[in-house]
């Protein structure tokens, strides 16, 4: 698997840093407030697990599972939802923890259903990872954990045909 990585971008050290401090201040944001967490699945997992363990507040964790990708390395434009139900997040104020804001299609989807349908007291998102580039939609994150440029990168939970999400760092692929 490492042989197909051109490039570590992220180090793990790294990551786990930049956690700690997200950690710090998301707990700092929420204390006191009655919090649900929502991550968004599948490229969330490793970066929600490592940053929840790091917040020591009565929170509630829910999952949304989406897909826009269909297996390439481009969106295809359209956000489907895999679930008949979304989180019961009425009244709650809302962290939707996403691996890479991109195009923003994905974040703009999830969280426009979660205000039209769900009734929270506020949403406010998460990424490990922001894009520099040109969203097709006019989403910005609240925490972000590393501005990157505009590469396909996978490992810490983000793939590339399924693959690569168990690699502990962020890397970009050999062409
Ligand atoms: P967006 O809807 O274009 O903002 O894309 C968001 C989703 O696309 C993310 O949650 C990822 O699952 C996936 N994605 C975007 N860029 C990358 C990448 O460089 N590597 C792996 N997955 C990506
Ligand atoms: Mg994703």
Redesign the pocket.
């Known amino acids: 698997m490492d042989e197909d990585i051109e490039k570590i971008l992220i180090h793990t050290t790294t990551i786990q840093a930049r956690i700690d401090e997200l950690a710090a201040l998301i707990t700092a944001d929420y204390r006191g407030k009655e919090l649900t967490v929502v991550a ?1 699945l599948t ?2 997992l490793m970066f929600t697990a490592d940053l929840l363990r790091r917040i020591p507040l009565p929170l509630k964790l829910d999952c949304v599972s989406v897909a ?2 269909h297996g390439g ?1 481009e ?1 295809s434009g359209e ?1 489907k939802f895999d679930q008949l139900s979304l989180p019961d997040i009425q009244g709650r104020h809302v962290l939707i923890v ?10 703009d989807a999830i969280t426009y259903r979660f205000e039209k349908e769900c009734g929270p007291l506020s949403v406010r998102i998460c990424v490990l990872l922001s ?1 520099q580039r040109k ?2 939609k006019e989403i910005v994150a609240d925490y972000v954990g590393f501005e990157i440029a505009d ?4 490992g810490y939970g ?3 045909q399924e693959r690569y999400r168990n690699l502990p760092f962020v890397g970009v692929l050999k062409r």
């Open positions: 968004v490229g969330a826009s990708y390395m969106t956000v996403d691996d890479i804001l991109d195009s923003g299609l994905t974040l894009k969203r097709r590469e396909f990168v996978v983000m793939d590339y």
